[in-house]
């Protein structure tokens, strides 16, 4: 059989105009037009042209923006509409329904920062520890906690979670006691002056209404001992009463660290 021509794959194509979808997807629907079993460097020849041509836009690795050649669109734009979809089917695809958005990515959705302008999501799950591209730039951070006898906690720190609707998904994401823990827990040191002067707003903000339930079930958890210390240390400069809160919980469930 003679090789498939842009012509004839074109029309086929045309079903997934302004969609984002995977090699494996269009891979499927050009094979139903040839009787032969195609490779896949015929299929990633096919997008070389198809991209050549203006027809596709690569988001990553075998994923791919479809198009008319005269429509324009741009990176800034695909991630605007698509980021939360692609985010919940990275996830879905990636980790079980055991999961939520943590940490500083929990506490720009609480304060509503564009999270969009930021490079990657945190996603605390049961056992995945990785970082993978969902789209252009944007990245996810997938972590997992696990207790001394090496079992997961994920269980015990999505009880204080909540659900929020997003374009494209329903996701759950930490309340602000928990986001704060996490991204107290092991701040990289480039972030760490940023993440003092965020959480001191928060503080300010909130420390009179923090939920110290949760507090106090976290710190049980024998997770966040390094959290607590620097929680403590920020809380001291913030409000004397909240530092106290938090100094009493670290005397009675944890220790002092130099943090």
């Given at each position: 059989?003679k090789?498939?021509?842009?012509?004839?794959?074109?029309?086929?194509?045309?079903?997934?105009?302004?969609?984002?979808v995977?090699?494996?997807?269009?891979?499927?629907?050009?094979?139903?037009?040839?009787d032969?079993?195609?490779?896949d460097?015929?299929?990633y020849?096919?997008?070389?042209?198809?991209r050549a041509?203006?027809?596709?836009i690569?988001?990553?690795?075998?994923?791919?923006?479809?198009?008319p050649p005269e429509s324009?669109?741009?990176?800034?734009?695909?991630?605007?509409q698509?980021?939360?979809k692609?985010?919940?089917?990275h996830?879905?695809?990636?980790?079980?329904?055991?999961?939520?958005?943590?940490?500083?990515s929990?506490?720009?959705?609480?304060?509503?920062?564009?999270?969009l302008?930021?490079?990657?999501?945190?996603?605390i799950?049961e056992s995945?520890?990785a970082?993978?591209?969902?789209?252009f730039d944007?990245?996810?951070?997938y972590?997992?906690?696990?207790?001394?006898q090496?079992?997961?906690?994920?269980?015990?720190t999505?009880?204080?979670?909540?659900?929020?609707?997003?374009?494209g998904?329903?996701?759950?994401?930490?309340a602000?006691?928990?986001?704060?823990l996490?991204?107290?827990?092991?701040?990289?040191?480039?972030?760490?002056?940023?993440?003092t002067?965020?959480i001191?707003?928060?503080?300010k903000k909130?420390?009179?209404?923090?939920?110290?339930?949760?507090f106090e079930?976290m710190?049980?958890l024998?997770?966040?001992?390094?959290?607590f210390?620097?929680l403590?240390?920020?809380?001291?400069?913030?409000?004397?009463?909240?530092?106290?809160?938090?100094?009493?919980?670290i005397?009675k469930y944890?220790?002092?660290?130099?943090?």
């Amino acid at each position: 059989m003679k090789s498939l021509t842009l012509p004839q794959v074109i029309p086929t194509l045309s079903k997934f105009y302004h969609k984002v979808v995977s090699i494996s997807v269009i891979k499927a629907h050009i094979q139903d037009m040839t009787d032969q079993a195609l490779k896949d460097t015929q299929i990633y020849k096919i997008m070389y042209h198809l991209r050549a041509k203006g027809y596709i836009i690569s988001c990553k690795k075998d994923l791919f923006y479809i198009k008319p050649p005269e429509s324009i669109i741009t990176q800034e734009e695909i991630i605007d509409q698509r980021y939360w979809k692609l985010l919940y089917q990275h996830c879905h695809h990636d980790c079980t329904s055991q999961r939520y958005i943590g940490g500083i990515s929990a506490l720009e959705i609480i304060t509503g920062i564009s999270y969009l302008s930021t490079d990657e999501v945190i996603i605390i799950n049961e056992s995945k520890t990785a970082k993978e591209v969902i789209c252009f730039d944007k990245k996810i951070s997938y972590k997992s906690y696990n207790n001394n006898q090496n079992e997961s906690l994920l269980r015990s720190t999505k009880k204080h979670t909540t659900s929020i609707s997003l374009p494209g998904a329903k996701i759950k994401h930490a309340a602000l006691e928990l986001a704060i823990l996490e991204t107290l827990y092991s701040p990289p040191r480039a972030q760490q002056a940023y993440i003092t002067q965020f959480i001191t707003k928060l503080l300010k903000k909130h420390k009179k209404t923090l939920n110290w339930s949760v507090f106090e079930s976290m710190i049980k958890l024998g997770k966040f001992h390094s959290s607590f210390n620097r929680l403590y240390k920020i809380c001291k400069d913030v409000d004397p009463l909240t530092a106290q809160h938090i100094q009493i919980l670290i005397k009675k469930y944890s220790y002092v660290m130099d943090v």
